[in-house]
């Protein structure tokens, strides 16, 4: 990894930390709303830390994690979006939307395997 790669690569962990941290805050506090969120910047974190060798994991649980990180992604920002939208339609929706998702990612999993 090239030096650049590793200084923008700390730098968006330390930037994703303000953000979880705030968020934990509200979730200490009650608002469990972002939660979501919460779990989409902590696997973001997580992934960036594997990808600067910060934490060394096996190539296997690497691409497992790049897996599931594809998986959850869609979903999770779906949901993080319902919590911006004011209209009681478009929460539905976009709950649904959610787990349409999912079901659609373990049907394929299901046909295709992991």
């Given at each position: 990894?090239?030096?650049?790669?590793?200084?923008?690569?700390?730098?968006?962990?330390?930037l994703?930390?303000?953000?979880?941290?705030?968020?934990?805050?509200?979730f200490?506090?009650?608002?469990?709303?972002?939660?979501?969120?919460?779990?989409?910047?902590?696997?973001?974190?997580?992934?960036?830390?594997i990808?600067?060798?910060?934490?060394?994991?096996?190539?296997?649980?690497?691409?497992?994690?790049?897996?599931?990180?594809?998986?959850?992604?869609?979903?999770?920002?779906?949901?993080?979006?319902?919590?911006?939208?004011?209209?009681?339609?478009?929460?539905?929706?976009?709950?649904?939307?959610?787990?349409?998702?999912?079901?659609?990612?373990?049907?394929?999993?299901?046909?295709?395997?992991?």
């Amino acid at each position: 990894m090239h030096h650049w790669e590793t200084i923008l690569g700390i730098s968006s962990i330390i930037l994703l930390l303000i953000p979880v941290s705030l968020l934990l805050i509200n979730f200490r506090e009650g608002r469990f709303s972002f939660l979501a969120l919460i779990i989409y910047f902590t696997q973001i974190i997580f992934i960036n830390l594997i990808s600067t060798g910060m934490i060394r994991v096996s190539p296997l649980v690497n691409q497992n994690l790049g897996i599931i990180n594809n998986l959850l992604d869609a979903p999770l920002m779906l949901i993080g979006l319902r919590y911006f939208t004011l209209d009681q339609r478009l929460r539905k929706l976009l709950q649904h939307l959610a787990a349409a998702f999912v079901i659609f990612e373990l049907l394929v999993i299901l046909f295709k395997g992991f």
